[in-house]
């Protein structure tokens, strides 16, 4: 069963921040957060393991709360560069992945 | 970048032909993943591999064959093409709770 995202879409201006979660019914091993831009390849931000951990990379970080089964992304002081699907995945331990349908994120000057 | 790459990357086939798309990569990596993309419905996982001729199916595998007959190569088949499997296709290598790196993707349209 795919993790569910929200929201499904956002309009950001520049300098703004954004909130991107991701929720699962099932224990979860880790979460993975990946970009995909448009005719390209998905390309991944950054992985989670199960012990409630925090991570972050520039402005981009994420949690996951391993009781909840639920993980956040957070982008501050958006860019334009930051524009794409943000797709998040989660791995119950087998090494399959199961990724969400994806949030559509616009930055707008 | 991580030494993935994908063939062919555009196909048009007509429906009930069989299609065989192929997956490369110089990393040595034991996992081997292919998916589809379809909007609405994110990725979705076809089969993968967890080692030579180690498969496993995965949440979308109706239709769909795969083999692994050396490290460095996995094959998904299409046995007998239809409309529904027009899709953007993705294969993906990585390591156990490690993250995953996805090749070019192959365009495929079944007419």
């Known amino acids: 069963q795919q993790p569910v995202q929200s929201p499904q879409a956002v309009i950001l201006r520049e300098g703004e921040d954004a909130v991107i979660n991701c929720s699962s019914s099932k224990a979860l091993y880790s979460v993975h957060w990946y970009r995909q831009k448009h005719g390209e390849a998905p390309v991944f931000l950054m992985i989670?393991?199960?012990?409630?951990e925090q991570k972050g990379h520039d402005k981009i970080s994420a949690s996951f709360n391993e009781k909840k089964q639920q993980s956040s992304l957070y982008l501050t002081a958006s860019q334009l560069s930051y524009s794409g699907t943000y797709f998040c995945?989660?791995?119950?331990?087998?090494?399959?992945?199961?990724f969400g349908t994806g949030t559509k994120l616009q930055v707008i000057p | 970048d991580a030494g993935i790459t994908q063939s062919p990357r555009h196909k048009v086939t007509e429906t009930g032909t069989p299609v065989t798309l192929r997956c490369h990569q110089t990393e040595n990596h034991r996992y081997m993943y292919w998916y589809r993309q379809d909007p609405g419905h994110g990725l979705r996982l076809i089969h993968y591999?967890?080692?030579?001729?180690?498969?496993d199916k995965g949440e979308v595998s109706d239709g769909y064959s795969v083999s692994r007959s050396k490290t460095e190569d996995f094959l998904l088949t299409l046995e007998s093409a239809t409309s529904s499997q027009t899709s953007v296709y993705f294969c993906a290598i990585g390591r156990q709770g490690s993250e995953q790196y996805f090749g070019p993707g192959t365009r495929l349209t079944v007419t």
């Open positions: 591999s967890y080692g030579v001729k180690d498969t």
């Open positions: 989670l393991l199960k012990g409630g």
């Open positions: 995945g989660t791995e119950e331990g087998y090494q399959k992945v199961t």
